[in-house]
């Protein structure tokens, strides 16, 4: 006698059948609309079950449908216990997936998987069960409606998008027959191939790794329909019939591994009839052709569709005809299954966003001794592509914006998708007070990467500042490092790289016009005729513009009609009123030019005689480039923006971009300068390229944006590894106290830099001097010289250890350090308070130099560091000025001038009195005189004048003569600098 089933599932009709509408072509509705899903146990469609089925309405989702049990004898069915229902089969795996997504939520409340189907055509079937099961189990679904005559690249081209976002967790295709291409299949992320169709899944099922791969949920569906009703299928004779690719290979394949005879066919096989007829088990993949009888397939035979219109139009199921029961559609129960399949995706997404090891190939280094110039290092090694790099980091192709070949933009909507991921550990490379030619941070930073990623394999990532056309042309030549450790192309690094820097110069520089501009126009204009031209009539109307509404609002006006102003108020509107002498926000240039230190505006006839006295800085003092390093999306540094105080009204009252109306020009010449731009080392690891400010100007450390994308991308065991410009004394302590405020981050360790070259300055050696070669005592070994630089190394130990941070001191090893020499050092390093120090040799030999120093930061992040500010940011101006004096340099006190003390009596008035500091200062002593070496104590600190970044968000007292302009020195780098007109390459570039 036959083996019966439980019926199987159709498509589901209520009483009154529910209406998807139909979506336009082309669209993606997105979320798509929740329709209310019968609840369990309130099916209304009427049971139609075989002999012995019986059942009614209201006992399930698919009401009571058994069909005939087995007869005493039937080895069909294991006996014992009883079978499970379909219904109860959905429903159980429903709710395990609702439970395993409850228990992802509570770590990740954020995190809700999403589906997202596609559909080309008007059956609208799978759609309404997707929809309804999804938002059982707590899931999204997204529905993307394609006309039914979509070619196969449109449907892709929905597709690819699909796999990049990082929203979407499963996608299934729900197409016609005629569009299931290899092509569009293989189309399909494996990893978010919920059906089980792509090659990849597909081998790795029939490799015997369904562990590791989707499986098609149809295909499981048909095995646990048997296996719940405790059906035997070992020893069985099953037919696929009509089954295509995929679904054919799944089934044939879980049927095969149960132990049955299996055999697939077409509806056209000439042998169609007998298959039918010798077939135990027939699997329907497509809907049956009418001239096919159901009398073809033996009484008894276990039928199971997989396609819901098998019956030429019919939607009953278990219907009789000619004796034989056939079972419709296993849909519903494939739907749960996929369900269960994005969940398991999602879970798998999450693990991988708590920490995934990057699968990065590293890029082999051949070093050569003596080691060439960095130019020739540079170009010795092809740089991967930059989309190849961001692909192995976890960058999505829709999150970078590619310049060439090695460098390439990202976009910030980075941050909102990684915001659930672990930040990894964040290190700081400082230096000792250093010499003119710099005693290697940037080297430094990229040898420690290239060790903790190329040789440790461990996620890492360098920030580095974009260096200034000043002293790449001027003294010190380029920033990229040095020898087999540095950033490549170091030609691209060193020039324009992405345009950030001329973008700051045209911002700064528009602000400027625009302050000269507004002050000639006050002076030569009535008030309504300022009025008039401000807000002017456009088509017979007068509208205040978006900005000019907020000056109102500053102003205390509520109104927005331009013909409601009160004479006094148009004029309080109109006129900014700047007090010329009170001007801070001068002109910038990136290039050194001392003669523009001090110069005169306005000479021309043209201005009418309203000329005054001005100046230039460099344009990486601009306050606009120390808002973008401080900013941590587009809104804040548009708020930034707005901020920046410009000059002072006559009355003592601030004025700011946004008074000049200009706020919106200059968030657009920057809305490109805000993302990060990503290149890589020397062996093929990831460096953010970000932000420019000069630490013995502005705080001098790459972006908060770069830090933050890149602790999320290396994840919870990853390494971000960014640098403060100079010494500790200047480039760290801002570090800790500026940007660390906020950014709101926590730093692991410092990574101090030490060379024996500077230590012997710092012991009484003679002056170092750029451009000319080294004194003897540079170049041989003098152990005293070492001894008694070491002051300073012990001093800014211990300025790291006002901040209760860590500190592990690299030494970076020149051909000419004695094997004492670095001894010495390391040993006095270690009894000054240093958690280790280490010599590095990445300069000679890339990464594999600095694999011990790598090893010794990854210990002391895992100790722990207990992080505090240096001063309380509520304490007075000059209260903050003199505990970074004398904490911090060493100083017995600071003397104010009166410019300085009156500027700091201003800001206070205007409330700016709560700001951390940003003091201007020589790098090359922790005093305020460049010559005095070692530890200096004792002196007073002179602060000659006090100036406000309120965008940026600090102060910052000028120290001593500190110029904002550098010079170019008698034999400036540029006389070595060349282009090859043949081969366009750059020569002579550091």
Same mark, same amino acid.
């Given at each position: 006698?036959?083996?019966?089933?439980?019926?199987?599932?159709?498509?589901?009709?209520?009483?009154?059948?529910?209406?998807?509408?139909?979506?336009?072509?082309?669209?993606?509705?997105?979320?798509?609309?929740?329709?209310?899903?019968?609840?369990?146990?309130?099916?209304?469609?009427?049971?139609?079950?075989?002999?012995?089925?019986?059942?009614?309405? &209201?006992?399930?989702?698919?009401?009571?449908?058994?069909?005939?049990?087995?007869?005493?004898?039937?080895?069909?069915?294991?006996?014992?216990?009883?079978?499970?229902?379909?219904?109860?089969?959905?429903?159980?795996?429903?709710?395990?997936?609702?439970?395993?997504?409850?228990?992802?939520?509570?770590?990740? %409340?954020?995190?809700?998987?999403?589906?997202?189907?596609?559909?080309?055509?008007?059956?609208? +079937?799978?759609?309404?069960?997707?929809?309804?099961?999804?938002?059982?189990?707590?899931?999204?679904?997204?529905?993307?409606?394609?006309?039914?005559?979509?070619?196969?690249?449109?449907?892709?081209?929905?597709?690819?998008?699909?796999?990049?976002?990082?929203?979407?967790?499963?996608?299934?295709?729900?197409?016609?027959?005629?569009?299931?291409?290899?092509?569009?299949?293989?189309?399909?992320? %494996?990893?978010?191939?919920?059906?089980?169709?792509?090659?990849?899944?597909?081998?790795?099922?029939?490799?015997?790794?369904?562990?590791?791969?989707?499986?098609?949920?149809?295909?499981?569906?048909?095995?646990?329909?048997?296996?719940?009703?405790?059906?035997?299928?070992?020893?069985?004779?099953?037919?696929?019939?009509?089954?295509?690719?995929?679904?054919?290979?799944?089934?044939?394949?879980?049927?095969?591994?149960?132990?049955?005879?299996?055999?697939?066919?077409? +509806?056209?096989?000439?042998?169609?009839?007998?298959?039918?007829?010798?077939?135990?088990?027939?699997?329907?993949?497509?809907?049956?052709?009418?001239?096919? %009888?159901?009398?073809?397939?033996?009484?008894?035979?276990?039928?199971?569709?997989?396609?819901?219109?098998?019956?030429?139009?019919?939607?009953?199921?278990?219907?009789?005809?000619?004796?034989?029961?056939?079972?419709?559609?296993?849909?519903?129960?494939?739907?749960?299954?996929?369900?269960?399949?994005?969940?398991?995706?999602?879970?798998?997404?999450?693990?991988?966003?708590?920490?995934?090891?990057?699968?990065?190939?590293?890029?082999?280094?051949?070093?050569?001794?003596?080691?060439?110039?960095?130019?020739?290092?540079?170009?010795?090694?092809?740089?991967?592509?930059?989309?190849?790099?961001?692909?192995?980091?976890?960058?999505?192709? !829709?999150?970078?914006?590619?310049?060439?070949?090695?460098?390439?933009?990202?976009?910030?909507?980075?941050?909102?998708?990684?915001?659930?991921?672990? #930040?990894?550990?964040?290190?700081?490379?400082?230096?000792?007070?250093?010499?003119?030619?710099?005693?290697?941070?940037?080297?430094?930073?990229?040898?420690?990467?290239?060790?903790?990623?190329?040789?440790?394999?461990?996620?890492?990532?360098?920030?580095?500042?974009?260096?200034?056309?000043?002293?790449?042309?001027?003294?010190?030549?380029?920033?990229?490092?040095?020898?087999?450790?540095?950033?490549?192309?170091?030609?691209?690094?060193?020039?324009?790289?992405?345009?950030?820097?001329?973008?700051?110069?045209?911002?700064?520089?528009?602000?400027?016009?625009?302050?000269?501009?507004?002050?000639?126009?006050?002076?030569?204009?009535?008030?309504?005729?300022?009025?008039?031209?401000?807000?002017?009539?456009?088509?017979?109307?007068?509208?205040?513009?978006?900005?000019?509404?907020?000056?109102?609002?500053?102003?205390?006006?509520?109104?927005?009609?331009?013909?409601?102003?009160?004479?006094?108020?148009?004029?309080?509107?109109?006129?900014? #009123?700047?007090?010329?002498?009170?001007?801070?926000?001068?002109?910038?240039?990136?290039?050194?030019?001392?003669?523009?230190?001090?110069?005169?505006?306005?000479?021309?006839?043209?201005?009418? &005689?309203?000329?005054?006295?001005?100046?230039?800085?460099?344009?990486?003092?601009?306050?606009?480039?120390?808002?973008?390093?401080?900013?941590?999306?587009?809104?804040?540094?548009?708020?930034?923006?707005?901020?920046?105080?410009?000059?002072?009204?006559?009355?003592?009252?601030?004025?700011?971009?946004?008074?000049?109306?200009?706020?919106?020009?200059?968030?657009?010449?920057?809305?490109?300068?805000?993302?990060?731009?990503?290149?890589?080392?020397?062996?093929?690891?990831?460096?953010?390229?970000?932000?420019?400010?000069?630490?013995?100007?502005?705080?001098?450390?790459?972006?908060?944006?770069?830090?933050?994308?890149?602790?999320?991308?290396?994840?919870?065991?990853?390494?971000?590894?960014?640098?403060?410009?100079?010494?500790?004394?200047?480039?760290?302590?801002?570090?800790?106290?500026?940007?660390?405020?906020?950014?709101?981050?926590?730093?692991?360790?410092?990574?101090?830099?030490?060379?024996?070259?500077?230590?012997?300055?710092?012991?009484?050696?003679?002056?170092?001097?750029?451009?000319?070669?080294?004194?003897?005592?540079?170049?041989?070994?003098?152990?005293?010289?070492?001894?008694?630089?070491?002051?300073?190394?012990?001093?800014?130990?211990?300025?790291?250890?006002?901040?209760?941070?860590?500190?592990?001191?690299?030494?970076?090893?020149?051909?000419?350090?004695?094997?004492?020499?670095? #001894?010495?050092?390391?040993?006095?390093?270690?009894?000054?308070?240093?958690?280790?120090?280490?010599?590095?040799?990445?300069?000679?030999?890339?990464?594999?130099?600095?694999?011990?120093?790598?090893?010794?930061?990854?210990?002391?992040?895992?100790?722990?560091?207990?992080?505090?500010?240096?001063?309380?940011?509520?304490?007075?101006?000059?209260?903050?000025?003199?505990?970074?004096?004398?904490?911090?340099?060493?100083?017995?006190?600071?003397?104010?001038?009166?410019?300085?003390?009156?500027?700091?009596?201003?800001?206070?008035?205007?409330?700016?009195?709560?700001?951390?500091?940003?003091?201007?200062?020589?790098?090359?002593?922790?005093?305020?005189?460049?010559?005095?070496?070692?530890?200096?104590?004792?002196?007073?600190?002179?602060?000659? #004048?006090?100036?406000?970044?309120?965008?940026?968000?600090?102060?910052?007292?000028?120290?001593?003569?500190?110029?904002?302009?550098?010079?170019? %020195?008698?034999?400036?780098?540029?006389?070595?600098?060349?282009? !090859?007109?043949?081969?366009?390459?750059?020569?002579?570039?550091?």
């Amino acid at each position: 006698m036959s083996t019966r089933l439980p019926g199987v599932f159709r498509q589901l009709r209520w009483a009154q059948p529910p209406t998807v509408p139909r979506a336009p072509r082309g669209c993606r509705p997105g979320i798509a609309a929740r329709r209310p899903f019968p609840p369990w146990g309130s099916c209304q469609v009427p049971c139609r079950a075989g002999s012995g089925g019986g059942g009614s309405a &209201g006992e399930g989702l698919v009401g009571k449908r058994w069909l005939r049990e087995p007869q005493s004898g039937s080895s069909g069915r294991a006996g014992g216990k009883a079978p499970l229902r379909p219904d109860a089969m959905v429903r159980e795996i429903i709710q395990n997936s609702k439970e395993v997504l409850s228990l992802l939520q509570k770590g990740n %409340p954020t995190f809700k998987p999403v589906l997202a189907v596609v559909q080309a055509g008007d059956d609208n +079937w799978m759609q309404e069960i997707n929809q309804n099961l999804a938002e059982e189990a707590g899931l999204n679904i997204t529905h993307v409606c394609l006309p039914p005559d979509s070619s196969e690249d449109e449907i892709i081209d929905e597709i690819l998008k699909l796999n990049e976002d990082a929203r979407i967790h499963g996608l299934a295709l729900h197409l016609s027959i005629s569009s299931f291409s290899s092509k569009i299949l293989n189309a399909l992320k %494996p990893d978010k191939d919920v059906d089980g169709v792509t090659d990849v899944n597909l081998g790795k099922l029939v490799r015997g790794d369904a562990h590791e791969c989707f499986v098609s949920p149809t295909a499981r569906a048909v095995i646990e329909l048997l296996e719940k009703s405790d059906f035997i299928i070992d020893g069985k004779k099953v037919l696929v019939v009509g089954a295509h690719g995929p679904l054919e290979a799944a089934l044939q394949c879980l049927f095969q591994r149960k132990g049955a005879m299996t055999m697939t066919c077409t +509806w056209k096989t000439p042998q169609l009839q007998s298959k039918l007829n010798e077939a135990e088990i027939v699997v329907i993949g497509s809907p049956k052709p009418d001239e096919i %009888p159901l009398s073809w397939i033996q009484p008894g035979a276990t039928v199971l569709n997989c396609s819901h219109s098998f019956l030429s139009g019919k939607q009953e199921y278990g219907v009789q005809i000619d004796g034989l029961t056939v079972e419709d559609d296993v849909g519903l129960l494939a739907a749960a299954l996929r369900i269960q399949n994005v969940i398991n995706s999602g879970r798998r997404w999450l693990r991988e966003q708590q920490y995934r090891r990057w699968k990065l190939r590293s890029l082999k280094l051949q070093p050569l001794s003596p080691v060439p110039s960095d130019i020739e290092i540079s170009r010795g090694q092809t740089p991967k592509a930059v989309d190849v790099l961001a692909k192995e980091i976890g960058l999505l192709a !829709d999150e970078i914006e590619v310049y060439g070949q090695s460098k390439a933009k990202v976009r910030l909507s980075l941050l909102e998708r990684l915001k659930d991921q672990a #930040d990894g550990k964040y290190i700081l490379v400082a230096g000792i007070t250093p010499t003119p030619l710099g005693e290697g941070k940037s080297t430094v930073t990229v040898g420690l990467v290239q060790a903790l990623t190329a040789h440790l394999h461990i996620n890492s990532f360098a920030c580095l500042r974009q260096p200034s056309q000043g002293p790449t042309f001027g003294v010190k030549g380029g920033a990229a490092g040095g020898g087999y450790a540095q950033v490549i192309p170091m030609e691209e690094f060193n020039l324009h790289l992405t345009g950030d820097i001329h973008a700051i110069t045209a911002a700064n520089n528009l602000l400027a016009a625009a302050i000269d501009a507004r002050i000639l126009h006050e002076s030569t204009q009535t008030d309504k005729a300022l009025f008039n031209r401000l807000v002017p009539l456009v088509n017979g109307v007068r509208e205040f513009s978006g900005i000019q509404l907020n000056r109102l609002k500053k102003l205390g006006i509520n109104k927005t009609d331009p013909s409601t102003l009160t004479k006094e108020e148009m004029t309080r509107f109109a006129r900014l #009123d700047i007090d010329p002498s009170t001007i801070t926000w001068q002109r910038v240039l990136d290039t050194n030019d001392r003669f523009l230190r001090k110069i005169t505006i306005g000479q021309a006839k043209t201005e009418k &005689g309203f000329f005054r006295q001005a100046q230039f800085d460099i344009a990486v003092a601009s306050e606009i480039m120390a808002v973008l390093a401080l900013t941590d999306s587009l809104q804040d540094m548009k708020n930034r923006l707005g901020r920046m105080v410009v000059a002072s009204d006559k009355e003592g009252q601030t004025v700011t971009a946004d008074d000049l109306g200009v706020t919106g020009a200059l968030t657009v010449l920057m809305k490109d300068a805000i993302k990060p731009t990503l290149m890589q080392t020397l062996e093929g690891t990831p460096v953010f390229v970000h932000a420019g400010p000069f630490a013995n100007i502005a705080h001098g450390n790459s972006s908060v944006l770069a830090d933050k994308i890149a602790l999320k991308l290396v994840g919870g065991e990853g390494f971000v590894v960014t640098e403060a410009g100079f010494g500790a004394d200047i480039g760290m302590e801002k570090f800790f106290n500026i940007k660390c405020r906020a950014s709101g981050l926590v730093p692991n360790v410092v990574v101090l830099v030490a060379t024996v070259r500077a230590l012997k300055m710092h012991g009484g050696g003679p002056s170092v001097t750029a451009g000319v070669p080294l004194k003897k005592e540079y170049t041989e070994e003098n152990l005293q010289l070492v001894a008694d630089g070491c002051c300073n190394l012990k001093k800014q130990i211990q300025i790291a250890q006002l901040f209760g941070v860590p500190v592990v001191v690299a030494l970076n090893v020149f051909k000419s350090d004695t094997h004492a020499e670095i #001894d010495l050092v390391c040993e006095l390093a270690k009894r000054a308070g240093a958690f280790d120090a280490v010599p590095c040799h990445h300069w000679s030999i890339g990464g594999r130099g600095s694999v011990d120093l790598a090893r010794a930061v990854r210990e002391a992040a895992n100790r722990g560091s207990h992080f505090r500010f240096l001063y309380d940011i509520q304490l007075p101006i000059v209260e903050k000025i003199r505990t970074i004096a004398q904490k911090v340099y060493g100083a017995q006190d600071i003397e104010l001038s009166p410019e300085a003390q009156s500027k700091i009596d201003r800001y206070t008035q205007q409330g700016f009195g709560n700001l951390p500091i940003c003091m201007a200062k020589t790098h090359l002593s922790l005093s305020h005189e460049p010559e005095k070496k070692g530890v200096p104590t004792g002196f007073i600190l002179p602060i000659n #004048d006090v100036r406000a970044s309120i965008g940026a968000g600090f102060i910052y007292p000028l120290v001593g003569t500190m110029s904002t302009m550098p010079g170019l %020195p008698t034999r400036p780098c540029f006389y070595d600098i060349d282009l !090859d007109t043949e081969t366009e390459q750059v020569k002579g570039l550091f």
